[in-house]
């Protein structure tokens, strides 16, 4: 279910942006996918992320960080008007000297949520 997702997400991009970059088509990178409960609590989490489930963190590619940015934007208020899941959106943040652009969050809960992260 979350794979078919992911395609019409990128889909859903592509006849809506057209990369900045000059590539032929905007990518999704799966940055978080599948973790298991033991890499969670190894990493101090509580084991219950929907990670372990069913969920991924995306991030679009073949654009420029900016248009990245304003797509993670536009896919999260589409999404949000509908999506039956969770769906969380984390904005753009500087570590060091790297500017991070951010990523969504979306999971098949089966039953909606929202959120953002700081």
Known sequence: LLALELEKMRTLINDNFKSDLNFPEIGIRIAAGYRCEEWELIRKRSGQSQHT???????????????????????????????????????????????LIGFLHIDTRGKRARWTYD
Do not use: T
């Open 53 to 99: 489930i069913c969920a991924a963190d995306i991030q679009p590619v073949r654009c420029s960080r900016e248009q990245a940015v304003k797509i993670l934007h536009f896919v999260f208020s589409k999404y949000s008007e509908y999506w039956n899941g969770g769906l969380a959106l984390k904005s753009p943040s500087k570590q060091g000297n790297i500017l």
